[in-house]
């Protein structure tokens, strides 16, 4: 996108050119985007989501139609490009579960050994779904499917956490980046899961950098949560901004009331990245279980899905039992800007007051 490009006019293009009433889109949050949020937002203007990876065919199909069922709003659905197998290492796992038998329920022996939702299925029951778009996260999906994409008129957006990652996207066919900062809460999409947590670089450095380096549209992602956000994205150079933790208090997210009160009180400092919870570098809430297994003389965590197995049920029970220390947390460094009123009403003001801001 050239530089030279009025702001908002660059903003509308992308609005225009994707059915959209305005440039805010929903950012995919597995576990965390209930058909009920995606329709508020789509029925705001902006672009709703679904975070896919944990989810069977069946579960993505039947998310898409309710949406549809809900609204004329479209949506973007998404999945993680998969990481080959992990290295098994008995011993390490056998640490990680005394360490995590200390946090919750004794950690049975057999619960690294997660099976995964097949990708090659999960991508035909997204082509099924038929999405405005489909989103990447940690990689880059495959020629064939992007060729299927295409034919069908469904944009891909990928998500680039880095200029290297997106230069890539943009060679493979990307419609649009979704320039990632490490603000953002939830997962890194760095496609090497080795330098999830080395390469971090924050929104502010990203952004005009990808814009600079591609020629598609930059979706601006990470810490935007209020109109002052909205508007420095688009200042640097992005043409829609794509938002997570700041639509997690809306009561359409319907998520836990003790991390969604959580979100409120917590400062940016109040956040860390971690492998603790899956394997995979994540931004979670600063809970007394993610400080701890981030610690010295913690275990280091296994890699993902192994982790994401071993620490399911202090997870689940801390979820049930309401208690945020031992819960997954997800929280970009922006939470307390997340606003707890209905989600088409935080889409409107964060567009009305981006345009006070810029104008
Ligand atoms: C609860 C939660 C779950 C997430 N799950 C996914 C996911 O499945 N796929 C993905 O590409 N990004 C995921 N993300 C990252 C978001 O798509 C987005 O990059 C991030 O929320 C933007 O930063 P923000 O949270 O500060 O707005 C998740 C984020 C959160 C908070």
């Known amino acids: 996108m050239p530089q030279s ?6 903003a509308l293009d992308f609005s225009k050119a994707h059915g959209l ?4 889109l929903l950012a995919p949050m597995a576990g965390a985007c209930p058909p009920s949020l995606s329709i508020a937002v789509g029925r705001a203007g902006g672009l709703g989501a679904c975070g896919a990876v944990l989810m069977r065919p069946e579960d993505i199909l039947a998310w898409a139609s309710e949406v549809r069922a809900g609204g004329e709003g479209g949506f973007q659905i998404n999945l993680w490009v998969p990481d080959p197998a992990p290295a098994r290492n008995a011993r390490a796992e056998d640490a990680v579960r005394s360490f995590l038998g200390r946090w919750g329920p004794e950690v049975a022996m057999d619960a690294g050994d997660v099976r995964l939702p097949d990708f090659a299925t999960q991508c035909e029951a997204l ?8 989103s990447s996260v940690m990689g880059l ?3 064939a499917f992007v060729e299927r994409m295409r034919a069908r008129g469904i944009r891909w957006l990928a998500t680039a956490t880095t200029v290297t990652e997106a230069r890539a996207a943009e060679d493979a066919g ?5 320039a990632q900062g490490m603000e953002a809460g939830g997962h890194r999409g760095a496609f090497d899961a080795a330098r999830a947590e080395v390469d971090l670089v924050g929104l502010f450095a990203l952004l005009p950098a990808v814009v600079d380096a591609v020629k598609v549209p930059v979706i601006a992602a990470g810490g935007i949560a209020d109109p002052r956000g909205v508007a420095a994205a688009l200042v640097l150079g992005a043409s829609a901004v794509q938002i997570g933790t700041g639509f997690l208090r809306c009561p359409e997210a319907n998520l836990p009331r003790t991390w969604a009160d959580a979100l409120a009180r917590s400062l940016p400092e109040h956040t860390l990245v971690t492998r603790a919870f899956s394997g995979r570098a994540a931004r979670s809430l600063a809970t007394a279980y993610a400080r701890a297994a981030t610690g010295a003389d913690a275990p280091p965590p296994a890699p993902y899905p192994v982790q994401r197995g071993l620490t399911r049920a202090m997870r689940d029970a801390a979820t049930k039992a309401g208690d945020l220390e031992g819960m997954q947390a997800w929280a970009g460094q922006s939470a307390a800007l997340a606003s707890s009123r209905p989600a088409a009403e935080v889409v409107r003001e964060l567009w009305e007051g981006a345009l006070t801001v810029l104008a």
């Open 5 to 10: 490009r009025p702001i908002l006019t660059r």
């Open 21 to 24: 009433g305005v440039p805010i």
């Open 127 to 134: 082509l099924e779904a038929s999405p405005a778009a489909i």
């Open 141 to 143: 999906y495959p020629p």
């Open 174 to 178: 990307a419609d649009a980046i979704v």
